[in-house]
């Protein structure tokens, strides 16, 4: 919301700053059904490192859709997509190939993990081909917001794939969410008009003089005829 602010100057409303609240709350709820659900046990070691790049990553995001947002209302969409794809394309290879070629060399491959990765890489490309649409037609905030359900899903996957132990807070942090989400998008935001610069209130030299031409050219000129045909032009100035 700051970036948006600052950078889009998008102005909100008191319910926007409420339902942005609600969705926090909602966040909270869930974080206290992982703790309660002993999801939290397998901590790693590094946990301060891991928050700040957390932190990090989601600031990173942030100004990514920001950004995107700028690009899909004030240029091209179609254009943002190439560019995503071809510079995301060489930046994920180079990331593949320096941090986890030795994993890659250790998967034992079969049509299974063919096909997930398949699935995978097909909804990745639904996801950022969607994405430039929904953020044109809304904002990079209440998509952001949406987002925040993405844990829930994939918690309730990992019900039936890796038997997560459920808890009722997580139905309960995902209707919070959601209630903040559809009260968020309730009200259009508004655009601030720019500033218009003021005017200056005397001319310069070169515009005075430019004026002086200008009387000079607006001169009456008298056109005396002789009976001769000869045409004498004589200028009052």
């Known amino acids: 919301m700051a970036l948006s602010w600052f950078i889009l100057r998008a102005r909100y409303r ?9 969705c926090l709350l909602g966040v909270g709820t869930m974080v206290g059904a992982d703790i309660l659900a002993g999801r939290q ?34 240029l091209s969409r179609v254009e943002f997509l190439g560019m995503v794809g071809l510079f995301g394309t060489i930046i994920s290879g180079l990331q593949l190939a ?10 034992q491959w079969n049509w299974k ?14 996801l950022y081909s969607f994405m430039p649409v929904v953020i044109k037609v809304t904002s990079a905030t209440s998509v952001n917001l ?3 359900t993405a844990d829930l899903y994939s918690l309730f996957f990992g019900l039936f794939l890796f ?36 005017q200056p209130g005397s001319t310069g030299l070169d515009n005075a003089a430019l004026k002086l031409e200008e009387n000079d050219s607006e001169t009456p000129a008298i056109t005396v005829q002789f009976t001769r045909g000869e045409t004498v032009v004589v200028r009052t100035d």
Do not use: Q, W
Request: proline share 3%; glycine share 6%.
């Open 146 to 148: 949406g987002i925040l």
């Open 41 to 74: 046990e397998s901590e790693g070691s590094d946990v301060v490192i891991g928050d700040v790049l957390v932190l990090l990553g989601a600031s990173l995001y942030a100004i990514s859709n920001v950004s995107e947002e700028y690009i899909v209302k004030n």
């Open 14 to 22: 008191l319910i926007h700053f409420l339902a942005v609240a609600v």
């Open 98 to 107: 320096i941090v986890e070629h030795r994993e890659l060399m250790r998967i």
């Open 163 to 198: 038997f997560y132990k459920f808890s009722g807070l997580y139905i309960l942090s995902f209707v919070i969410i959601m209630v903040g989400f559809i009260l968020y998008c309730s009200t259009p935001t508004r655009t601030a008009e720019p500033t218009a610069l003021p």
């Open 113 to 126: 993990i063919a096909l997930l990765f398949a699935v995978f890489a097909l909804c990745m490309f639904g």
